[in-house]
């Protein structure tokens, strides 16, 4: 069975940093796309950041110069390195992965909630 198993959330002040990670196991023959999403309360859920296998990322313009996504291939891990944070980051962070399994299947991660206040 695939699964995605995110660890790193947390309470931190604003202006500081968390870093999330996003590990794929199972047996997994590759990986294409992975990426973060959030979703405050009352909200929907959004793309943060996305990261092709070759390396390729995109961001929503809200993160742009705070957030850095990143892969380890070796892993099968992602990760969301986030500086600068603020009172608006706040949300449950999803992970997200395509991935060629048994057949394609798009995989979520269970959340991790990263809450930016004083």
């Known amino acids: 069975q695939v699964q995605l198993v995110e660890s790193g959330g947390g309470l931190v002040q604003p202006g500081g940093s968390l870093r999330l990670s996003c590990a794929a196991s199972?047996?997994?023959?590759?990986?294409?796309?992975m990426g973060w999403y959030r979703q405050a309360p009352g909200k929907q859920r959004e793309l943060v950041a996305a990261i092709t296998s070759g390396g390729g990322t995109n961001y929503v313009d809200s993160v742009k110069g705070r957030f850095t996504i990143s892969r380890d291939n070796a892993k099968n891990t992602v990760y969301l390195q986030m500086n600068s944070l603020k009172p608006e980051d706040t949300a449950v962070y999803y992970c997200n992965a395509d991935l060629v399994a048994h057949g394609y299947l798009e995989v979520w991660g269970q959340g991790t909630l990263v809450t930016v206040s004083s």
């Open positions: 199972g047996s997994i023959f590759s990986i294409n796309n």
